[in-house]
């Protein structure tokens, strides 16, 4: 899976979750829509970030975060289905793409690390 591609599907994943955030807040849901919020779109912030990181370590570094992230958001997901916020079929497709950005980030992260 190549860097870009990896971008590409966490930008998405970051209009996906401002679109969420949107909807929830008309719904006058503002405590969990401001941490969704945060963290789905800080993912695809580290990733980019990754792209000119100041060696290995700090490549890694910022991919943890990226997955940190990730794995925040699917939380929220969590959350918000649980407390009827969302609907099935909605957490089902954010938590899908979450999870195959979780996926994404943990195949590079081992990558560079058995590169080291």
Known sequence: MS????RDISLDFAV???NLVKELKLK???IISNQIGRSGTSI???IREAQ???GKADFVSKLQIALKEANETGYWLELLYKTNYIDEATHKSLDSACTSIRVMLISS???VKSKQ
């Open 3 to 6: 860097d870009s591609k990896l």
């Open 16 to 18: 996906s979750i401002i």
């Open 28 to 30: 006058k849901e503002n």
């Open 44 to 46: 695809g912030a580290n």
């Open 52 to 54: 000119y990181a100041h």
């Open 109 to 111: 992260i081992n990558t």
